[in-house]
């Protein structure tokens, strides 16, 4: 214990006397340190909030249609229609809630304004399944889509383009030969990536009038959400097999899921997360060279200091001790102070980010940033150590 003692204060008065030195020195593991906490930090908060993106559209969510060639008419009976759908709700175990669209593009009237929209014909539970945001207003209510009532629901966009800055709720919508009242302004909670059939300048509608444009009364996307991620791929299967049972001649069906799109978004946030810590290492590893030189210089510099002490009885493992001590501190302490400012840059951060994004700090990177940061110094201060160990106490002496 006095040896430790001893070899800790001999270590801090070293140093103390080329305070300047020491820091520079520290410098780079202090910004290694650092960048091993802010790495880890960015990817999580990144990963978290791209994957938090996906799962709001619904990482259980799959998409239904009927593939079209343009060579080849489909026969009508391969159409999906509103029996199928309950025949998923019913039939598919895993299965939350079903909804379906049918979609048109119109023009539309209003104030003299012609726009060309996508007229979307909704089932009742569309706005679950999709997460729809209502501005304004209200949603299609169950009386709607009972009585197909002419009543919609528009973009913000649209809204915006046909009535300015004025309310549309309650205004009338030319669509056609039909007279709609505008009972809501809509819009997506997150982007859906590709899977939308939600345009900017878009009419939701009850599904029942689209059959007064389009003469048929069927889906053209089904959405189906399962209960849990875990549940898709069983999902899919069921519904496969139910659609090709329920449209005998081999239709061809195109089942669309965001678990892909999960999986590639963690696969490369993990990727990135691996390449921008091997940038903090090598930042580690320039500052081990850094403390690897500064200490054989330290060790030229103090031969005599050396000698002396070997001379009046120090042993060879004390002069090593007291230079990896040196390092160690140097080391230590510079990774204390780079994880301190790793730890303080998302706090300050936290502050100009939106209020539904937190920061995560994993107490990984800090143990990691530490450990790394402490085994650098002493790998790189043992060359050093070990050759001031080896001096011999009479050459020491005679050293000028």
């Known amino acids: 214990m006095m040896d430790l003692k001893e070899t800790l204060s001999v ?23 650092a960048s091993i906490v802010l790495v880890v930090t960015v990817a999580l908060t990144s990963k978290k909030f791209v994957i938090s993106q996906i799962e709001a559209v619904g990482s259980n969510l799959l998409s239904v249609e009927l593939v079209r060639t343009a060579d080849k008419a489909q026969p009508l009976s391969y159409e999906m229609t509103l029996d199928d759908m309950q025949a998923v ?7 939350t809630a079903v909804a379906g669209v049918s979609d048109l593009q119109m023009s539309v009237v209003a104030q003299g304004v012609v726009r060309p929209v996508t007229l979307i014909g909704v089932t009742p539970r569309y706005r679950e399944i999709r997460r729809l945001v ?33 309310n549309p709720v309650g205004r009338d919508l030319h669509v056609g030969e039909l007279i709609f009242t505008i009972v809501g302004v809509f819009n997506e909670r997150v982007e859906t990536y590709g899977l939308a059939d939600i345009q900017e300048e878009s009419v939701l509608v009850p599904f ?69 810590i091997v940038i903090a290492f090598i930042a580690l ?7 690897m030189n500064i200490m054989l210089v330290t060790v030229t510099e103090r031969t005599r200091e050396i000698g002396i002490r ?26 204390v102070l780079g994880i301190l400012i790793g730890l303080l840059v998302p706090v300050i951060a936290q502050f100009f980010l939106p209020g539904n994004l937190r920061v995560p700090v994993s107490s990984m990177s800090v143990l990691l940033a530490f450990v790394v940061s402490c085994s650098t110094g002493l790998f790189f201060g043992y060359l050093p150590a070990n050759q001031a160990a080896k001096l011999q106490p009479i050459e020491s002496l005679r050293y000028e």
């Open 11 to 33: 270590s801090i008065d070293a140093l103390r006397a080329n305070k300047l030195r020491a820091v520079l020195t520290s410098l780079g593991v202090i910004i290694g340190s």
């Open 89 to 95: 709700q019913d039939s598919i175990s895993g299965v």
């Open 208 to 276: 029942g009038l689209i059959k007064y444009y389009t003469g048929v009364n069927t889906l053209k996307v089904l959405d189906v959400q399962a209960a849990t991620p875990e549940d898709v791929p069983s999902v899919e299967r069921q519904l496969t097999m139910l659609l090709h049972s329920r449209h005998p001649g081999n239709p061809e069906y195109h089942v669309q899921t965001l678990t892909a799109i999960l999986k590639a978004a963690k696969d490369i946030s993990m990727a990135l997360t691996i390449v921008l």
């Open 285 to 291: 590893l320039i500052s081990g060279i850094g403390i």
């Open 134 to 166: 209502v501005l304004r207003g209200r949603y299609l209510d169950s009386m709607d889509m009972e009585t197909r009532s002419k009543m919609c629901l528009i973009t913000p966009v649209l809204a915006k383009r046909l009535f300015g800055q004025d």
């Open 310 to 335: 070997k001379a009046i009885g120090a042993a060879r493992r004390e002069i090593m001790y007291q230079f990896l001590t040196e390092a160690f501190l140097i080391s230590g302490g510079g990774a």
